[in-house]
């Protein structure tokens, strides 16, 4: 059973990074919509670093490239370096 659960992992990951990359998009969309209001110091720079690979959302348009900038972002530890 430990192998068939590890041949799962990768796409079970895969899977966690993109619901964690959706979740961020709509977190700064969401701050974009409360402006002026300001968040704290370490959500402002998870924002700075998800608007610099996903412009905020003015027109509909596909977010699927901007869904896996930011999956990108999270496999390579772009996040974690603000966890400390």
Known sequence: MGMGAARRLEPMLANLR???????LAACQ???FLAP???GLEALKA???VR???PRVDKDRSLAPDIE???GAIA???F???LG
């Open 18 to 24: 993109n619901i964690l990359a959706i979740e961020l």
């Open 30 to 32: 969401a701050l974009d």
């Open 37 to 39: 209001l300001k968040s």
């Open 47 to 49: 924002y700075d670093i």
């Open 52 to 54: 610099s690979l996903s």
């Open 69 to 71: 900038r930011v999956a």
């Open 76 to 78: 390579e530890g772009q």
């Open 80 to 82: 974690a370096v603000l």
